[in-house]
Every structure is written in structure tokens, then in C-alpha cells.
């Protein structure tokens, strides 16, 4: 089959058009080889983000502590004491399941003899005689408004209670997941600000970012009591308990690797 001039013209043309490209594409690799990113050292930046509320939920122990001459009246008397407490903070609005009772113990009291002091230990020789029995129970309360937690002591308190701890002001799983949501967020964009800043100043420019790291630090909330000292107080007047739960930051701390070319 016979060629025609044109036909010869044209498969020429593309034969040359092909070389062309090929020696042109290895030109520029050679001059321009291909960044390897793998072997790159990451451009990594940190950023930080915060969150401030106030804690919805406060956490408050007591103890209920009676000796008597019995066990059997030390126990009448402490569960009395304890059921009094638990039905005047039910008063309050506080749910039975957010109250709970820990440490229940029982023990006797000793004497050496007719001048000692009761000590809590078994006795060590037949000179020691049980003189009375202690029952005591811890109660710990959990306040779902915080706002009662100033009522709660102070009904604690008329009630007789002992040892009373607190309050421990903590955020709830839905607050504080909040809080971390926010603070994360601010924490990224505030890495992606600082990464484009240096970038745009070092004369780089960012790829992908390819690795984040993060740690949250809930914060520790330090209540803060306020007592009325504007007067004098007359014995036996009680002077209403004032404790200012303040506010708790949660922080977010992020750290950004990026790809850079």
C-alpha cells in the first residue's frame, strides 16, 4: 500500500511531535526532580483553646458519729441522727439516688481502768473492759444545683452532722464535653492562624495537614467561702453559710504537623 505525501507528512509531524514531548519531560525532571514529602521533616505548630463556665454539680460528705453505753443503742442513735439528715435534704429537692451512705463502721471503746481515756483498740491484757460503742456512717451527697449547696450544709449542720466535707465542685459528662467541644476548636484554629503566619513570614508554603496531637487539662475549681462579717454575731445565732463555686476553665492544648512545599 502506497503512502501518500501527506499521509508521510503528517505521521512524521506526530514521530517528532512525541520525541519532542519526551525529551522536554526528562529535561524537567532532571533540572526539577520531584519533592520527596515521606522524607520531609514535618512543619508542626501548637495551638491553645479555652473554656470557661460555671460547675453545675457539687459533691459534699458528712458523717454521723454517736456513742452509748450498747452497741445496740449507739446503732438506734446514729441511724436516727442519719435518717433525720437524709429526710431534710430529700426536703430540699435532693434526690434519694444522689445520696449515699459509705463507711459504715462500728467499734468498742476500752478503758485501761477506772482513770483512762477510751482508746479504739482490741485490748492487749485482761486489765481493759469495754466502756461504750461508737457507730459512725459517711453520707455523701451529690447536689445537682449547685446553687443549693450553701442550704445543704447549713440543714447538715442544724441536723448535727460531723466532719462535713466540701464542697467539690465538678462539672457534669454533658458540660464538660461541652466545654472540651469549644475549647478544641479554639485550640485548632489558633494552631491553623499561627501555621499560616509563619508560613506567609518564612516563605513556605503548607500542604495537608498529616498528624494531630491534643491534651485537655480540666482545671482544679477552688470554692471560695464568703462569710458576713458586716456584724457581730450573738451566741447561738447561726449565720447562713456563703460559698461562691466561682468558675473552671477547661484549656485544650493542639499540636498541628503539616506537609510543607
Known amino acids: 500500500m502506497q503512502l501518500t505525501p501527506q499521509v508521510k507528512s503528517s505521521l512524521l509531524t506526530a ?4 520525541i519532542l514531548v519526551f525529551l522536554i519531560t526528562l529535561l524537567y525532571n532532571h533540572l526539577y526532580p520531584p519533592i520527596d514529602t515521606s522524607k520531609q521533616t514535618p512543619f508542626t505548630v ?11 454539680l457539687a459533691q459534699v460528705s458528712l458523717t454521723i458519729t454517736k456513742t452509748a453505753p450498747t452497741l445496740q443503742d449507739a446503732q438506734n442513735q446514729a441511724n436516727t441522727a442519719s435518717n433525720t439528715v437524709v429526710a431534710d435534704i430529700k426536703k430540699l429537692g435532693i434526690s434519694s439516688t444522689d445520696i449515699k451512705t459509705n463507711n459504715y463502721n462500728s467499734y468498742p471503746n476500752y478503758n485501761n481502768n477506772s482513770n483512762a481515756q477510751p482508746v479504739f483498740l482490741p485490748p492487749n491484757t485482761n486489765n481493759q473492759t469495754i466502756t461504750s ?14 446553687q443549693k449547696v450553701n442550704t445543704v450544709i447549713d440543714t447538715a449542720t442544724k441536723d ?8 467539690n465542685y465538678v462539672f457534669s459528662d454533658s458540660l464538660q464535653k461541652s466545654l472540651e467541644d469549644q475549647a478544641r476548636t479554639q485550640a485548632i484554629n489558633n494552631a491553623k492562624q499561627k501555621a499560616q503566619s509563619i508560613a506567609k513570614a518564612a516563605g513556605i ?18 470554692p ?34 503539616y506537609q510543607t512545599y
Do not use: H, W
Open 224 to 257: 471560695v467561702m464568703m462569710m458576713n462579717k458586716a456584724a457581730p454575731v450573738a451566741s447561738g445565732t447561726s449565720v447562713p453559710t456563703n460559698i461562691n463555686p466561682g468558675e473552671n476553665t477547661v484549656t485544650d492544648d493542639v499540636t498541628l504537623s
Open 133 to 146: 460503742y461508737t457507730v459512725s456512717q459517711q453520707i455523701d451527697i451529690q447536689i445537682k444545683d449547685a
Open 205 to 222: 508554603n503548607l500542604g495537608k495537614i498529616t498528624n494531630i496531637q491534643e491534651n485537655n487539662t480540666p482545671g482544679i475549681i477552688r
Open 15 to 18: 514521530v517528532f511531535t512525541a
Open 160 to 167: 448535727n452532722a460531723e466532719n462535713i466535707s466540701g464542697p
Open 46 to 56: 501548637e495551638g491553645t483553646g479555652t473554656a470557661t463556665a460555671k460547675p453545675d
